[in-house]
């Protein structure tokens, strides 16, 4: 079945430090990839979507691009801040009547100052 | 985007009880889904809520346990029945416009089950 596959965390990091996030996914078709953020205390937030092979998803200086020869969206950020800290997850879904989202399991990022 | 309220925000409760979560969107929209993420956990997709018929629910999950009401196209409803302890869960609505393909999530319940 499909499935997403994120590093694990915690990942500490200094502020302005660059930051990569793994997400690999498995997929029997050709769905939709996306970051959600989960800032402390709070709900989901979507960050960025992709939705084509090659397609690059893109907000608040964050990026991933959609890689379907290697079946991967990594999410990077060339200078992380404090304000960043958050539970990141990475998911797919096909859309259409049934429009289900699969997680991975998040990765906790803590920037410290 | 959508807005999406949910009420309560949070709650304790005792095992045996039965809680109701309301989800309400500020505009129509096509589909709603009802989320769990049990402490330290990802999402897990509880069940499709369906307006004017009934949920569609995943694979361990069933409508004697979590039933679902969505009678119009902005409000549904999810009940946790007869909680037990592994009920605790932070337990999330979302909602997506058709053809969007993109869910919009609420705040979400943080439920504890004592």
């Known amino acids: 079945g499909d499935s997403v596959t994120q590093m694990e965390g915690p990942v500490t990091l200094s502020e302005e430090a660059f930051l990569t996030i793994n997400c690999t996914y498995t997929?029997?078709?050709?769905?939709?990839l996306f970051w959600y953020v989960q800032y402390p205390g709070e709900g989901l937030q979507l960050l960025l979507k992709?939705?084509?092979?090659?397609d690059k998803g893109s907000n608040k200086g964050f990026e991933a691009t959609y890689r379907k020869e290697t079946t991967s969206f990594h999410l990077e950020k060339g200078s992380v801040q404090v304000s960043d800290s958050a539970v990141y997850f990475c998911a797919l879904s096909y859309g259409g009547a049934t429009n289900k989202l699969i997680f991975g399991t998040g990765t906790l990022l803590a920037v410290q100052p | 985007s959508a807005v999406i309220s949910q009420k309560p925000s949070r709650d304790i409760c005792q095992r045996g009880t039965s809680l109701t979560i309301q989800c309400q969107v500020d505009?129509?929209?096509?589909?709603m889904f009802w989320y769990r993420q049990q402490p330290g956990q990802s999402l897990t997709l509880i069940a499709t809520a369906n307006q004017g018929s009934e949920a569609t629910y995943e694979s361990g999950f069933v409508i004697d346990k979590f039933p679902i009401s969505r009678p119009n196209l902005t409000f549904s409803t999810l009940t946790v029945s007869n909680m037990s302890p592994e009920d605790s869960s932070i337990y999330l609505c979302s909602a997506e416009r058709q053809g969007r393909e993109t869910q919009y999530f609420g705040p979400g319940t943080r439920l504890l089950v004592l």
């Open positions: 505009s129509q929209v096509t589909m």
């Open positions: 997929a029997t078709g050709y769905p939709s």
């Open positions: 992709a939705t084509k092979a090659d």
